[in-house]
């Protein structure tokens, strides 16, 4: 049974960090694609980070880029996302995502789910 399971999340004030961490199980981690995901109240999902298997990485909002860093540790099963400056506007459930490709996540359909963590941002 595969398993993406997040950590990190909580309450924070604005400028503050957080390192959030997706551990998975039950799959070859090391050949998937990882990215992660937020969605804030009422908004569509929105893709953040990837980072293929060959430790590509790409962001995709301008508003998180010099801000959030993706990792990777094959060796752990893990993807972290580390956040630093946060602001109100970041305040989202964050999922992290596996994909056997990075097409699979870019198009919103990876191939499973982490339940997701709760990032709020206090002004």
């Known amino acids: 049974q595969v398993q993406l399971v997040e950590s990190g999340g909580g309450l924070v004030q604005a400028g503050g960090s957080l390192r959030l961490s997706c551990a998975a199980s039950?799959?070859?981690?090391?050949?998937?694609?990882m990215g992660w995901f937020r969605q804030a109240a009422g908004k569509e999902r929105e893709l953040i980070a990837t980072?293929?298997?060959?430790?590509?990485?790409?962001y995709y909002p301008d508003s998180v880029k010099g801000r959030f860093f993706i990792s990777r540790d094959n060796a752990k099963n893990t993807v972290t996302l580390q956040m630093s400056s946060l602001k109100p506007e970041d305040t989202a459930v964050y999922y992290c995502?596996?994909?056997?490709?990075?097409?699979?996540?870019?198009?919103?359909?990876?191939?499973?789910w982490g339940q997701g963590t709760q990032v709020t941002v206090s002004s």
């Open positions: 995502a596996a994909g056997v490709t990075i097409v699979d996540i870019t198009t919103r359909r990876p191939n499973y």
């Open positions: 039950g799959l070859p981690f090391s050949i998937y694609a």
């Open positions: 980072i293929t298997r060959s430790y590509v990485i790409t």
